[in-house]
């Protein structure tokens, strides 16, 4: 069983900045991929960024390419999504989500993640 938990959420000016960091527990965490996606009021849920168990690899959507930077500490079984040059429509709620090993080289399709945590509130004011 895994958990995930997301804190780092809150009301931010535009141009601001966030660290969003989600803890897992579980032992399988530093052999899991990981993802940050988003939910906007009224929209589907969108793919954010993408590491691989070791931190090597990472992708983006590029709504926030340049913007954002994703992170993970295996040590501390935690993931971070720092956010940079906040827009008032990266307003959404956040969440982290760990990437079924059976999806190898699907980063960005929500069917290849099985736990989500239960999200973290980002409000971006204009």
């Known amino acids: 069983q895994v958990q995930l938990v997301e804190s780092g959420g809150g009301l931010v000016q535009a141009g601001g900045s966030l660290r969003l960091s989600c803890a897992a527990s579980?032992?399988?965490?530093?052999?899991?991929?990981m993802g940050w996606f988003r939910q906007a009021p009224g929209k589907e849920r969108q793919f954010v960024a993408f590491i691989s168990s070791s931190g090597i690899s990472t992708y983006y959507a590029d709504s926030v390419k340049g913007r954002f930077t994703i992170s993970r500490d295996n040590a501390k079984n935690s993931v971070f999504l720092q956010m940079n040059s906040l827009k008032p429509e990266d307003t959404a709620v956040y969440y982290c989500?760990?990437?079924?090993?059976?999806?190898?080289?699907?980063?960005?399709?929500?069917?290849?993640?099985?736990?989500w945590g239960q999200g973290t509130r980002v409000t971006v004011s204009s």
């Open positions: 989500a760990r990437r079924l090993a059976s999806y190898a080289g699907t980063y960005d399709k929500i069917y290849a993640y099985d736990y």
């Open positions: 579980g032992r399988t965490f530093s052999t899991s991929a």
